[in-house]
């Protein structure tokens, strides 16, 4: 039976406004796994509204305080880092070590960029699933660039 998810707009998990629903197949055996919502333009707009009213309060923390809600974001990756990589791999019918060592840094990387400002010289290394990773912001807006 296939598993279903929901849009995440406003702090709660809601249906497509429609209705509507997408079956979403594994690549690699052709079965259905997951039923998602089909989202049309009133559910951006639901989603940019609430994006827009978060701002509100967001736009008037700290670079610290922004800093840690990032570097937060990305210890939950790390922390449920298994989980992610069982299901970009199940969405994109890769091998698991293969989606361990493409997709999963990138996304730690994007988080911890994120929450600092890099100068032209500065090398952020971080530490996931027991292994060290660095990149430069040239290197990250490589990554980037090409995805």
Not at 46 to 74: C, H, I, N, V
Request: aromatic share 8%; hydrophobic share 45%.
């Amino acid at each position: 039976m296939a598993r279903s998810i929901s849009n995440f707009v406003n702090g709660e998990l809601v249906p497509a406004m429609s209705g509507a629903t997408l079956d979403i197949t594994n690549p690699a055996t052709g079965e259905v796994y997951l039923t998602s919502p089909l989202s049309g333009a009133e559910d951006v707009d639901r989603a940019y509204q609430a994006a827009a009213t978060a701002f509100e309060t967001w736009r008037d923390t700290t670079p610290s305080q922004r800093q840690q809600a990032m570097l937060k974001f990305a210890d939950a990756i790390e922390a449920r880092a298994d989980e992610v990589v069982a299901t970009e791999s199940e969405n994109t019918g890769k091998p698991l070590a293969l989606t361990m060592s493409e997709e999963l840094p990138p996304m730690a990387i994007a988080a911890v960029t994120l929450s600092v400002r890099l100068p032209g010289s500065t090398v952020v290394t971080f530490r996931l699933k027991g292994e060290n990773f660095s990149a430069t912001p040239d290197q990250i807006f490589w990554m980037f660039s090409i995805s």
